[in-house]
């Protein structure tokens, strides 16, 4: 009893078609295809010439039992031909299947391509090489996805016949790192052992592996919040209610509610506009500064200048509430730079719950 064993053929829907310029790709997936259907003996096989017919019909009839293996060679010859022709123009461009069309011999659709593609080409060879010096990596593409590209142009370099030791190949690879690159390349150029080009690729995949988990820790996602709150109006204070900052966690006061809007830090550059906000308690003492024009202080002493405010002056807060102002003067800001922040026009605000609150107006 015959038993029937069903092979996984491979897929081919992503190979490239041959252009003329792909031909050593393309022409080793094909075979590899054919390999695995048992079919690559016909690129290779020239097909046994037909009996000849100038015979008796008796001789005929007495040779036909004799000759049977040999027609079902024939025939499988002439299925396992179609076969292969029909990968081969299907697999090809629009303007050389047109050209190899109506040739019927897979192997002499392959022999052509073979002597037009495959054979030695002095100029091939420069193409490749010039490829490969060319190449140069760059910052906005991921590092790993250039090194595999590098390899493949390594790779064709080597298979024109070329020879390119391993240490070389990677100090080529060394000189065509990224700027942001610079400095590992320098820390790599001050060892003393030679590294082959998989040993620097797994050098790199380290490097690529810490920096990305830097960034994600130098660039924590934050979110900001502010609320939107009406100040009534009064002869003797603005109109509009001052922007106080207020923590995210803080409940809206019971006055007038208004939509709020949510920021989240994208990368590394976020800008805010904050419109309205509320001062809360909290007992840890903190700094904001928004670039507002407007400044308070609480804290007398923080004060290097400081000069009495007109009677009546005072500010509204958010949550309806008036808090007076005896004076205002000039504070400095020790920055962690070590540079010096002069703020001027601050106004001293005793009922703040804050040593020092910017905002704008």
Not at 8 to 15: F, G, N, Q
Not at 328 to 344: C, M
Request: proline letters at 4%.
């Amino acid at each position: 009893m015959a038993i029937s064993v069903t092979k996984a053929l491979p897929d081919l829907s992503k190979l490239e078609p041959l252009d003329g310029t792909n031909y050593k790709r393309w022409s080793q997936k094909l075979l590899i295809f054919f390999e695995q259907l048992d079919v690559d003996y016909v690129l290779f096989t020239t097909p046994e010439p037909e009996a000849s017919t100038e015979t008796s019909t008796v001789a005929i009839t007495s040779v036909i039992p004799g000759n049977r293996p040999q027609d079902d060679a024939k025939a499988k010859y002439d299925r396992d031909n179609k076969t292969v022709r029909g990968h081969l123009l299907n697999h090809m461009s629009n303007t050389l299947f047109d050209l190899f069309v109506n040739q019927k011999s897979a192997k002499e659709i392959w022999n052509t391509l073979e002597t037009r593609y495959g054979g030695d080409d002095a100029g091939r060879k420069k193409y490749v090489v010039g490829k490969w010096l060319q190449f140069h990596m760059v910052d906005d593409k991921p590092i790993m996805d250039q090194v595999h590209e590098y390899e493949n142009l390594v790779a064709d370099v080597l298979s024109e016949g070329m020879k390119m030791c391993d240490v070389l190949q990677a100090n080529v690879l060394l000189e065509k790192f990224p700027p942001t690159w610079s400095e590992y390349r320098n820390h790599l150029k001050h060892k003393k052992k030679d590294l082959n080009l998989q040993e620097l690729i797994s050098h790199m995949r380290t490097e690529e592996a810490n920096r990305l988990k830097d960034k994600e820790i130098s660039n924590p996602h934050i979110s900001f919040k502010a609320n939107l709150v009406e100040s009534s109006t009064s002869s003797k204070n603005r109109t509009q209610g001052i922007p106080m900052l207020s923590r995210k966690d803080q409940k809206n006061p019971p006055s007038q509610l208004t939509p709020q809007a949510n920021l989240t830090e994208q990368e590394e550059i976020i800008a805010a506009v904050v419109v309205e906000a509320n001062l809360v308690e909290n007992k840890t003492d903190w700094i904001l500064d928004t670039g507002a024009s407007k400044h308070f202080c609480s804290n007398k002493e923080l004060f290097q200048e400081l000069h009495e405010a007109p009677d009546g002056e005072c500010v509204f807060m958010g949550n309806s509430t008036t808090a007076g102002v005896l004076g205002k003067g000039k504070i400095f800001l020790k920055l962690t730079s070590g540079k010096t922040l002069a703020l001027n026009d601050v106004l001293y605000v005793p009922s703040l719950r804050r040593n020092l609150v910017s905002v704008a107006y």
